[in-house]
């Protein structure tokens, strides 16, 4: 699933160990670096404010 290019919800990407995590409109997004292929979406239940944080192994947005 490819993502649009201009969607306002988006929050501030963060690419790390060839993967790109982007949250809005309520779900966290993992995509492939090299091609943007979704790798996996998690409802969170709300909007996300930030920018996607990945540290020990763990993913985060709030």
Known sequence: M???SRRPDLR???A???A???GGGGVLHKLDAATG???WGF???GDIG???????GC???A
Do not use: E, M, N
């Open 2 to 4: 490819a993502l649009p």
């Open 12 to 14: 501030r990407p963060l």
């Open 16 to 18: 790390t160990g060839g």
């Open 20 to 22: 790109v995590y982007v």
């Open 37 to 39: 292929t979704r790798r």
């Open 43 to 45: 409802q969170t239940g």
């Open 50 to 56: 930030t920018a996607p944080v990945v540290a020990g």
């Open 59 to 61: 993913t985060s947005a």
